[in-house]
């Protein structure tokens, strides 16, 4: 019988101490931020990759976005965009299989517009899913790891580091959305009038302290109750999410739309 590699033993017996402590982590905080960069820095040390990066998928724009970026390319990478199926990480995210090239240059799924833009040369890249539920939340991309970082027992605990990423990840993702049910309208997808008072509140000592000038704007639809009168409310309904749609993708980043009650906004 076969024994396992001195140094395969080692990196079995560190698994699970690392593994345990990344556990304590995950369960005792609910800074994603916190969590992620915890688990980056132990994959940093057990592959010592030149550059690193975790990438999450935005659902909504179908891209991937440098979550966390770390190594001399880290600074220029933090507003680069890569959509699903784009370059070696857009691959991965779509795919949901891990990949492993010794030449991204000849790979040519690899996005060298992304070395340009960094100033980074890849060479090597070792990729990995963040997937739970069947979904993938994001990748992990580690570049330039040496040969011997990338044997079977070190891709094992990544794909583990992997899992409790995905776990980070998710949790966040449902808090967020729990905390979005308490300011969000349902019907119109517009801040309520409840979050509009708080942001009211912080945009008036915003615009005193730095004598900016602020504008409030109140509208409504005009005979809206004709509408559900006759049409019946679901036709209302519609009518008002539409409304919110108008509003939402109208507004420059710096505005923000609520819905006040009603048909008032």
Known sequence: MTQPAPRSRDIQRNAAELLRHLGTALTSSLDLDHVLQAIMAQIAELFEPQDWSLLIVDQDRSELYFAIAVGTAGARLKDVRLKLGEGIAGWVAESGEM????????????????????????????????????????VIELLNVAPDRRDQSHLALLQSLSDFAAIAIENAQHLQRIEQLTIVDDCTGLF??????????????????????????FLDLDHF????????????????????????HGLRDVDTAFRYGGDEF
Not at 113 to 130: A, E, H, K, N, Y
Not at 195 to 204: I, N, T
Not at 228 to 246: A, F, I, Q
Request: with cysteine; hydrophobic share 40%; net charge positive.
């Open 192 to 217: 309520n009038s409840r979050h509009m008072y708080a942001v009211l509140d912080e945009e008036l000592r915003r615009a005193l302290r730095y004598q900016l000038p602020l504008a409030l704007l």
């Open 225 to 248: 109750k004709l509408v559900n009168d006759h049409h019946d409310h679901l036709v209302g309904s519609r009518l008002l999410r539409e409304v919110g749609h108008l509003l939402r």
């Open 99 to 138: 990949l492993i090239t010794d030449d991204a240059y000849r790979d040519p799924r690899f996005a060298a517009w992304v070395d340009r833009q960094s100033g980074f040369v890849t060479m090597s890249i070792v990729c990995v899913p963040l997937r739970s539920r069947g979904r993938t939340l994001g």
